[in-house]
């Protein structure tokens, strides 16, 4: 099987957790305008997993992303990295936005180097580790320009540099690739696979897409309509085998069928609620 | 790399010399616009080759303006020279203007940054902003006497609330994304605001100190209206009691000039430093 159900918050994967949500919960608002938008949400991530979170829109996967980055607080439950409760954001998680988090007036070499100079590194040597970081990226011949001369596909790529070079517990990217075309995404989707399996990064990555879930991610965890929860979570071996034509293979096909039966019926959920709205 | 992103950097080429091709374009229908006025006002007046359509004393000719100008320059105006009109014209103006960009930059950045200091300050600001300045001309008078101060500050009336709320304005509109960016890079506050909260205000207050030029302009006219016998807007008043209607547009070409220049100087200050400006 490439693919089996699991349960991912057992005590035995929460005792040997890097990352451990328990009972996390966030309500917007108060009152008769109160939005709920995660229920409560038990979730363990150990060292070295690639997690993927898909669900249907409005789920609460971002708001999650956005507590485990520290920018939001929860409204009740506790997240956990390494021992240490979460209390606003810190250089030990990097984040991958979207687009549009690069700034736009420095060099791409000085955003990459913006990390390790706040941390602490001697602009030198800061220069020197992003001048690395971005050769890895493919980007060495693009260092002394400004992010927006750049395609999205190069700036997403500085974006993982910039995370990158920080050298994170824990990398959180929420729907990285979500706004380039078919072609760039696929790439850089093959990219971050050989860059997890090099590294072991610990990686917490939210997509619309149960092909790039399929195809990167060791756990898979399918949310609920709002308020979201978990409602299933998979052990996923797709992202082991060093096949890159693996999306084409019949067990890729059942897979992708079991998760999308799964989300459907959310997916309606969630319609339902916004044309109540 | 990918041969998509190869062709995007063709693109990028591309835009870069058709760019320079339209900014060439652009230049030459400014100078036309310049020119065709010229031609008009020429055209009007008759330039002594024909019945002028328009009579001096309402509209002299670009000649005519530019004699007077020589013999304002020669003789000077009401016992002052030439220069020194303009040079107490633009002192008032000058010391008004970098006043408020020093005052006001720094203290509508605070007001973004800082929830208590908008609680108690932009209340004030924004209840003084909407009321006339010109009516206050006579109380300014009177507290600040008919000396410079009082018109420093009457030319100051408009621009500094202007400045500070364009500057606030920045901070409050910079993207969460990037501050957000920043502090799980590791940033504390103090990067935050030098290296990422500065930088992407810097577009949006150029465009509130150019802005305040055309007002700090019109608030020179205002200051030397009364109680003063010096400046280039007196000049042009003044002479306009005794119909020199070409004085009078001499002072006006003066007026004009400063300002359109300082406006120039300004953006050119603008595309230097913020080379990103449109790209958010
Ligand atoms: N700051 C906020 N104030 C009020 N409601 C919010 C806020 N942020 C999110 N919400 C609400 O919480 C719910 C979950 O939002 P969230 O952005 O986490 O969804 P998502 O799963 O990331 O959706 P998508 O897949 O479309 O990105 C939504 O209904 C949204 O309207
Ligand atoms: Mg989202």
Same mark, same amino acid.
């Given at each position: 099987?490439?693919?089996?159900?699991?349960?991912?918050?057992?005590?035995?994967?929460?005792?040997?957790?890097?990352?451990?949500?328990?009972?996390?919960?966030?309500?917007?608002?108060?009152?008769?305008?109160?939005?709920?938008?995660?229920?409560?949400?038990?979730?363990?991530?150990?060292?070295?997993?690639?997690?993927?979170?898909?669900?249907?829109?409005?789920?609460?996967?971002?708001?999650?992303?956005?507590?485990?980055?520290?920018?939001?607080?929860?409204?009740?439950?506790?997240?956990?990295?390494?021992?240490?409760?979460?209390?606003?954001?810190?250089?030990?998680?990097?984040?991958?936005?979207?687009?549009?988090?690069?700034?736009?007036?420095?060099?791409?070499?000085?955003?990459?180097?913006?990390?390790?100079?706040?941390?602490?590194?001697?602009?030198?040597?800061?220069?020197?580790?992003?001048?690395?970081?971005?050769?890895?990226?493919?980007?060495?011949?693009?260092?002394?320009?400004?992010?927006?001369?750049?395609?999205?596909?190069?700036?997403?790529?500085?974006?993982?540099?910039?995370?990158?070079?920080?050298?994170?517990?824990?990398?959180?990217?929420?729907?990285?690739?979500?706004?380039?075309?078919?072609?760039?995404?696929?790439?850089?989707?093959?990219?971050?696979?050989?860059?997890?399996?090099?590294?072991?990064?610990?990686?917490?990555?939210?997509?619309?897409?149960?092909?790039?879930?399929?195809?990167?991610?060791?756990?898979?965890?399918?949310?609920?309509?709002?308020?979201?929860?978990?409602?299933?979570?998979?052990?996923?071996?797709?992202?082991?085998?060093?096949?890159?034509?693996?999306?084409?293979?019949?067990?890729?096909?059942?897979?992708?069928?079991?998760?999308?039966?799964?989300?459907?019926?959310?997916?309606?959920?969630?319609?339902?609620?916004?044309?109540?709205? | 790399?990918?041969?998509?992103?190869?062709? =995007?950097?063709?693109? =990028?080429?591309?835009?870069?010399?058709?760019?320079?091709?339209?900014?060439?374009?652009? #230049?030459?229908?400014?100078?036309?616009?310049?020119?065709? %006025? %010229?031609?008009?006002?020429?055209?009007?007046?008759?330039?002594?080759?024909?019945?002028?359509?328009?009579?001096?004393?309402?509209?002299?000719?670009?000649?005519?303006?530019?004699?007077?100008?020589?013999?304002?320059?020669?003789?000077?105006?009401? +016992?002052?020279?030439?220069?020194?009109?303009?040079?107490?014209?633009?002192?008032?103006?000058?010391?008004?203007?970098?006043?408020?960009?020093?005052?006001?930059?720094?203290?509508?950045?605070?007001?973004?940054?800082?929830?208590?200091?908008?609680?108690?300050?932009?209340?004030?600001?924004?209840?003084?902003?909407?009321?006339?300045?010109?009516?206050?001309?006579?109380?300014?008078?009177?507290?600040?006497?008919?000396?410079?101060?009082?018109?420093?500050?009457?030319?100051?009336?408009?621009? %500094?609330?202007?400045?500070?709320?364009?500057?606030?304005?920045?901070? #409050?509109?910079?993207?969460?994304?990037?501050?957000?960016?920043?502090?799980?890079?590791?940033?504390?506050?103090?990067?935050? %605001?030098?290296?990422?909260?500065?930088?992407?205000?810097?577009?949006?207050?150029?465009?509130?100190?150019?802005?305040?030029?055309?007002?700090?302009?019109?608030?020179?006219?205002?200051?030397?209206?009364?109680?003063?016998?010096? +400046?280039?807007?007196?000049?042009?008043?003044?002479?306009?009691?005794?119909?020199?209607?070409?004085?009078?547009?001499?002072?006006?070409?003066?007026?004009?000039?400063?300002?359109?220049?300082?406006?120039?100087?300004?953006? =050119?200050?603008?595309?230097?430093?913020?080379?990103?400006?449109?790209?958010?």
């Amino acid at each position: 099987m490439m693919i089996e159900r699991i349960e991912l918050a057992t005590p035995d994967r929460r005792a040997g957790s890097k990352l451990n949500l328990e009972g996390l919960t966030k309500t917007f608002g108060a009152g008769a305008e109160a939005v709920q938008a995660l229920a409560p949400t038990d979730i363990a991530v150990t060292e070295g997993e690639f997690l993927a979170i898909v669900g249907p829109s409005g789920c609460g996967k971002t708001t999650l992303l956005n507590i485990v980055a520290g920018f939001e607080t929860p409204s009740g439950g506790c997240a956990v990295l390494d021992g240490r409760p979460i209390e606003g954001p810190g250089s030990e998680r990097g984040v991958v936005f979207q687009q549009g988090a690069l700034f736009n007036w420095m060099s791409v070499l000085e955003n990459v180097a913006f990390g390790p100079r706040a941390c602490g590194v001697a602009p030198d040597a800061a220069r020197e580790s992003a001048q690395a970081m971005l050769e890895k990226v493919g980007l060495g011949g693009f260092v002394e320009n400004y992010p927006y001369q750049l395609s999205g596909g190069m700036q997403q790529r500085v974006g993982i540099a910039r995370a990158l070079v920080n050298d994170p517990a824990i990398l959180l990217m929420d729907e990285p690739f979500a706004a380039l075309d078919q072609q760039t995404r696929e790439l850089l989707q093959e990219e971050v696979r050989g860059m997890w399996r090099e590294t072991g990064k610990t990686v917490l990555w939210i997509t619309h897409s149960i092909e790039e879930a399929l195809f990167l991610a060791s756990h898979i965890v399918v949310m609920t309509a709002r308020p979201g929860r978990v409602k299933a979570a998979f052990r996923c071996r797709f992202s082991e085998s060093p096949d890159l034509l693996v999306a084409s293979t019949p067990e890729f096909t059942a897979a992708k069928r079991e998760i999308l039966g799964l989300l459907r019926s959310e997916s309606e959920a969630a319609q339902r609620q916004e044309s109540m709205i | 790399m990918s041969r998509t992103d190869i062709l =995007a950097e063709g693109e =990028a080429y591309d835009a870069g010399t058709t760019e320079r091709k339209a900014t060439r374009r652009d #230049r030459w229908l400014t100078g036309t616009t310049f020119l065709a %006025f %010229f031609l008009v006002w020429v055209g009007v007046t008759g330039a002594g080759h024909w019945p002028p359509l328009i009579r001096p004393i309402f509209l002299p000719s670009p000649l005519a303006v530019w004699q007077a100008f020589l013999a304002l320059l020669e003789h000077g105006y009401q +016992g002052n020279s030439l220069w020194y009109h303009v040079g107490i014209s633009f002192y008032r103006f000058a010391f008004a203007f970098s006043s408020c960009v020093l005052i006001g930059v720094p203290l509508g950045l605070l007001l973004g940054m800082n929830r208590t200091a908008r609680a108690i300050l932009e209340p004030p600001i924004q209840a003084i902003r909407p009321i006339p300045k010109l009516a206050l001309l006579p109380l300014f008078l009177i507290w600040f006497g008919i000396g410079n101060t009082s018109k420093i500050i009457i030319i100051a009336a408009p621009v %500094f609330p202007l400045i500070v709320i364009a500057a606030m304005q920045a901070v #409050r509109s910079v993207s969460t994304k990037k501050i957000q960016a920043a502090r799980c890079l590791g940033a504390g506050n103090w990067t935050v %605001f030098s290296r990422v909260v500065l930088p992407a205000c810097l577009p949006g207050i150029f465009t509130g100190i150019r802005m305040a030029i055309s007002i700090a302009v019109t608030m020179l006219v205002a200051a030397e209206l009364t109680a003063t016998s010096d +400046g280039i807007a007196w000049m042009s008043l003044t002479a306009a009691e005794f119909l020199s209607t070409d004085i009078v547009l001499v002072g006006v070409v003066i007026m004009a000039v400063l300002g359109f220049s300082l406006d120039r100087m300004i953006r =050119a200050i603008e595309l230097r430093i913020v080379h990103w400006s449109g790209h958010e």
